[in-house]
C-alpha cells in the first residue's frame, strides 16, 4: 500500500513538472479514443437493427419457387399446401404471373405489363375475382359483375381494388402451363425456427434456390460493418498508440534521473517496473474514461447528426484493450532497457 | 537554399514518428474535408437551383393519359409542358436525355466550360451538354457520332456545347440528381436515333395564381403532383446521408489539431533551442521563417499529394459516383492545415528574441 502510494505520488509530482507534456498526452489520446467512438458510430449507421430476432430467424424474404419443376398447377398447390401443414408456413404476398396472362397494364413510357393476380388466402371465395383499377381485359377495364376467364376457369369480378387477386385455393383448378408461370413469395414465415435439415426439405418441397431469413441477412451485412468498425478502430488505435509512444518516451527520459534516485535508495526492479506500468496505464485508462464521458454528454449532438443508434460497449473495449496491448507491447524494451541501467547511466550525477 | 533545406530537414528530425502520424492524420483530415465539402455543395446547389428556378410552383404531370391533359393545359395557359425524354445511351452508365425547348427557358442550368445551348443556333448535329464523366472523353466544341457499345448502333451525331456544373441535373424523382455520365440534348428535329425511350412531363406553372385551385380534382389524385410533394421528405434523406460525413470532418480535424499540438509540444523545445543557435551564429528572423517555411512545406505537401491521389481513386468508387468530391474542400482543408502550423512556428519565431537566445543557451 506504501509502495502505491508513493507510486502515484511520484507520478504525481513527475506530470506537474512536464504539465505541457502531460497535457498534451492526456488530451491526444482522449481525441483518439473519442475518434475511434464516433467511427463506430458512423458505422453503426449501416447496421440492420433488428426489434424481433426470433421472427426474423423464422423470416425468409424474397422466395423464389421454380413452377417449371412442377408439371401441373395442383401439384404446385399441394407443395405449398404441404409446406403450410408440415412446417406452418405462412405465405405473405404470395403472387401468380405469367407471360399468357389475359390481364394486363399499360404504363407510359414502359408500354404493356402482365398483371399479377396475387393468390388470397382470406376473404376471396371461389370462382371470385378483385381486379386492378388500371387492369385491361381484351383491351376493356372490368368492373364489378364481369366475368373474366383465367387459365381456362372463369371468375366473377367482386371488387375493383388496388390489385388483381383470386383465391389461394384456386391455384388447384388452374390450367396454366407451369413453365410459363412466374411465382414470386413476398415472404415466408415459419412458425418455429427451422433446422438446417428442415430448410433443405423446405427447399426442395418448393423448389426454392435458396432460403435466407432475415436474420441470416442481417448477420451477413452486420459482419461486414463490423470488419470496416474494427479496421477503423485499428487504423485510430495505431496512431493514438504511435502518439503515446512517442511523448511517453520523452517522459520516461524526462523521469530518468528521478528512478536513478529510487535506485540509490535501493528501490527495486520490480518497482521502476510497476511505477512505469502505472504511468502508461495512467495514460491509456484516464483518457479512454473522459472520452467516454464526453461520448455520452454528446448522445443529443449524435441525433442531430442523425446517428441514433449507440455503439455496443464491446467494441469500446476493444478499442480499449487494443490501445493498451499496443502500448505495451512497444513499450517494454525500452522499460527493460531503463530497468538494467545503472543510475549513474539515468544521469544522477549529484 | 540547399542550407535552408537541410535546416528544414534537420528540424523534422526531431520527432519523425509525430511527423508520420501528423501526416497520416492530414490525409484522412483533407479526404474527409473534400468529401463533405463535396457533399454539402451539391446540397447547397440543389436548394439554390430550386429557389432560382422557383420551382415550388413547377408540377409532375403524372397522369396515365398525358397528351389529353397537356392540351388542356396548354389551351387553358398558351404555355408549353416541360418535357423530358430518355434514350437509350452508350451503356448502361451513360444516359441521353432530351429537353424540350420550354425546358431550356424554365431551367436555369450552369456550365462550368463551354457555353449554354443556343436554341436558335444550327449546330450542324445535335446540341448537348455533358456532365464531368464524360467530359474526359469528349471535346467541347467538337462534335462525335455516339454509338451504343453493345452492338455499334449509331445514336446520333452530337455537339457537344459545354459541361454541366457540378453535374446536379434536374430529376424525375423530386429534386435533383447527381449523376458524373450524363448527356442532356436539344433535339426539336429528332435527329437521335432513339430506342427503349421512356419520358415525363412538367409543368411550369410560376405566375399562374389560380392553377392550385384550378386542377385540385387533379392535384387530390396526384395526376399533376406538386414539385414539393416529396421535395423535403427526399432533402431530410439528404441531411441524414450528409451529416454524418460533416461530424468525421470535425473528428479529424480535432484530431489532427491535437496531434499538432502534441508535435508542437514534443519538438518545441528542441526547436527553440536551434533557432536560438541559429541567430547566435547570425541568422535573420526571415531566414528563420523560410527554414520553418519550408519545414511546413514538406510536412503538408506529402499528405496533400496522397489525398489528391485518395479523391482520384475514390472518384472511381462507389462513393465518387453518388458524392461530389470537391476539389475546393480539399484546397481548404490544406490551407487550413497550413495556416495552423505556419502560425504556431511564426510565433515561436517571433519569440526568439535577444533575452530568450541568453535563456535557451544558458539551457544547453
Not at chain 1, 507534456?21 to 489520446?29: D, H, K, N, P
Request: proline share 2%; net charge negative.
Amino acid at each position: 500500500m506504501k509502495k502505491a502510494s508513493l507510486i502515484f505520488s511520484e507520478i504525481l509530482r513527475d506530470q506537474r513538472q512536464e504539465i505541457k507534456l502531460t497535457a498534451a498526452i492526456y488530451l491526444t489520446v482522449t481525441v483518439c479514443f473519442l475518434s475511434i467512438f464516433v467511427c463506430f458510430r458512423v458505422a453503426e449507421k449501416d447496421k440492420l437493427i433488428l426489434e424481433d430476432t426470433d421472427l426474423a430467424a423464422r423470416t425468409y424474404p424474397d422466395v423464389f419457387i421454380s413452377s417449371g419443376e412442377f408439371s401441373s398447377c395442383g401439384e404446385l398447390y399441394s407443395a405449398l399446401t404441404e409446406a403450410e401443414r408440415e412446417y406452418g408456413v405462412t405465405f405473405d404476398g404470395l403472387r401468380l404471373r405469367s407471360a399468357d396472362m389475359p390481364l394486363y397494364l399499360e404504363l407510359e413510357g414502359l408500354g404493356r405489363i402482365d398483371d399479377s393476380v396475387r393468390l388470397s388466402q382470406e376473404g376471396l371465395q371461389p370462382g371470385e375475382m378483385t381486379v386492378n383499377e388500371n387492369a385491361l381485359y381484351m383491351g376493356k377495364s372490368l368492373t364489378v359483375g364481369d366475368k373474366a376467364e383465367l387459365f381456362g376457369k372463369s371468375f366473377s369480378v367482386v371488387s375493383v381494388e388496388n390489385e388483381s387477386a383470386i383465391a389461394f385455393e384456386e391455384l388447384a383448378s388452374l390450367s396454366a402451363d407451369t413453365g410459363s408461370l412466374d411465382i414470386s413469395v413476398g415472404s415466408i414465415v415459419t412458425e418455429k425456427s427451422l433446422s438446417a435439415s428442415q430448410k433443405n426439405s423446405l427447399k426442395a418441397l418448393l423448389h426454392s434456390d435458396e432460403l435466407i431469413s432475415q436474420m441470416d441477412t442481417a448477420e451477413t451485412e452486420n459482419r461486414s460493418v463490423s470488419s470496416d468498425q474494427k479496421l477503423i478502430c485499428i487504423l485510430i488505435a495505431g496512431l493514438s498508440v504511435l502518439v503515446i509512444l512517442t511523448l511517453f518516451k520523452q517522459a520516461m527520459l524526462r523521469a530518468a534521473p528521478r528512478l536513478g534516485m529510487f535506485r540509490l535508495y535501493g528501490a527495486k526492479n520490480s518497482f521502476v517496473e510497476a511505477f512505469f506500468l502505472i504511468y502508461l496505464l495512467g495514460y491509456i485508462l484516464l483518457p479512454f474514461a473522459a472520452a467516454t464521458g464526453i461520448y455520452a454528454l454528446l448522445e443529443g449532438i449524435f441525433v442531430r447528426f442523425y446517428l441514433e443508434h449507440d455503439t455496443a460497449i464491446s467494441y469500446k473495449l476493444f478499442a480499449l484493450t487494443a490501445v493498451a496491448l499496443l502500448s505495451l507491447i512497444f513499450t517494454l524494451p525500452q522499460l527493460v532497457d531503463i530497468v538494467r541501467k545503472q543510475p549513474a547511466e539515468l544521469a544522477v550525477r549529484r | 537554399m540547399r542550407k535552408y533545406i537541410r535546416a528544414a530537414l534537420s528540424q523534422l528530425a526531431y520527432s519523425p514518428v509525430l511527423a508520420v502520424v501528423l501526416c497520416i492524420e492530414f490525409v484522412v483530415m483533407m479526404t474527409c474535408f473534400s468529401l463533405c465539402y463535396g457533399a454539402l455543395e451539391l446540397y447547397r446547389i440543389r436548394q439554390q437551383m430550386y429557389e432560382q428556378n422557383g420551382m415550388s410552383d413547377w408540377y409532375y404531370l403524372r397522369s396515365g393519359e398525358n397528351e389529353a391533359l397537356i392540351s388542356r393545359l396548354e389551351a387553358d395557359t398558351g404555355r408549353s409542358a416541360l418535357s423530358f425524354e430518355y434514350v437509350e445511351g452508350m451503356n448502361s452508365d451513360t444516359q441521353i436525355v432530351i429537353y424540350s425547348e420550354a425546358v431550356f427557358k424554365s431551367l436555369d442550368i450552369l456550365v462550368s466550360k463551354g457555353e449554354r445551348i443556343d436554341l436558335s443556333r444550327d449546330y450542324g448535329a445535335v446540341p448537348c451538354l455533358i456532365t464531368s464523366g464524360l467530359a474526359g472523353d469528349y471535346k467541347v466544341g467538337q462534335i462525335y457520332e455516339l454509338k451504343t457499345d453493345f452492338e455499334q448502333r449509331t445514336i446520333g451525331s452530337f455537339y457537344i456545347c459545354g459541361v454541366i456544373k457540378d453535374d446536379v441535373l434536374f430529376s424525375p424523382t423530386y429534386g435533383f440528381d447527381y449523376d458524373t455520365r450524363h448527356i442532356i440534348a436539344y433535339d426539336p428535329e429528332a435527329r437521335i436515333n432513339k430506342r427503349m425511350e421512356q419520358h415525363f412531363d412538367v409543368w411550369n406553372a410560376s405566375g399562374l395564381t389560380d392553377f392550385a385551385d384550378k386542377y385540385s380534382d387533379y392535384i387530390e389524385r396526384n395526376a399533376i403532383q406538386p414539385f414539393d410533394y416529396y421535395y423535403s421528405a427526399r432533402n431530410e434523406l439528404e441531411r441524414e446521408r450528409i451529416m454524418p460525413y460533416v461530424l468525421l470532418m470535425i473528428v479529424f480535424t480535432t484530431l489532427s489539431l491535437t496531434g499538432l499540438v502534441a508535435y508542437g509540444i514534443s519538438t518545441g523545445v528542441q526547436l527553440r533551442r536551434q533557432n536560438a543557435l541559429f541567430r547566435l551564429v547570425g541568422a535573420k528572423r526571415r531566414q528563420l521563417v523560410l527554414i520553418t517555411f519550408l519545414r511546413i512545406l514538406m510536412i503538408v505537401a506529402l499528405p496533400a499529394l496522397l489525398s489528391f491521389v485518395g479523391r482520384a481513386y475514390m472518384r472511381t468508387t462507389d462513393i465518387g459516383e453518388t458524392t461530389l468530391l470537391s476539389f475546393r474542400g480539399q484546397l481548404t482543408a490544406i490551407g487550413l492545415c497550413f495556416g495552423v502550423m505556419f502560425l504556431s512556428s511564426l510565433i515561436s519565431v517571433i519569440g526568439t528574441g535577444r533575452e530568450s537566445i541568453s535563456e535557451r543557451v544558458r539551457e544547453m
